[in-house]
């Protein structure tokens, strides 16, 4: 299950901004995760509300997963499509010239917390 490993990542970038940032407590971690990370949800928000019971600032925090769609940009029409799975085809113009733009993403976005201070 490597949403254990991705929760322990999210908990790390959360504990090290808030000690940064003087945050006394996060209320919300919204994350971008894109769907080639393969991540199950319900798997991460789990792992995450068990892990966060160790860190005071992190009690009450709720996980948000902002989920982001596979997304190509196609070189020759311009046309920017989300598609069900990994191709190498425009669904526009049938162009092969095209990149992935979108869907492979992890990144926190977003904290909500509250500041000492």
């Known amino acids: 299950m490597h949403e254990q490993s991705i929760a322990s990542a999210i908990i790390r970038t959360v ?3 808030a000690a940064s940032n003087s945050i006394t407590e996060v209320k919300e971690v ?3 995760i894109g769907v080639l990370k393969a991540v199950l949800p319900d798997l ?3 792992a995450f509300d ?3 019971k160790s860190h005071k600032v992190l009690r009450n925090a709720t996980l948000v997963i902002d989920e982001v769609p596979l997304t190509i940009k196609c070189n020759d029409c311009g046309a920017e ?3 069900e799975r990994a191709q190498a085809v425009c669904p526009v113009c049938g ?3 095209v990149n992935l733009v979108g869907g492979n993403e992890f990144f926190v976005e977003e904290l909500k917390a509250l500041v000492n201070g």
């Open 95 to 97: 162009s092969a010239n």
């Open 44 to 46: 991460l928000v789990f």
């Open 50 to 52: 068990a892990m966060k």
């Open 81 to 83: 499509s989300s598609v």
């Open 15 to 17: 504990l090290s901004f």
């Open 30 to 32: 919204r994350v971008k």
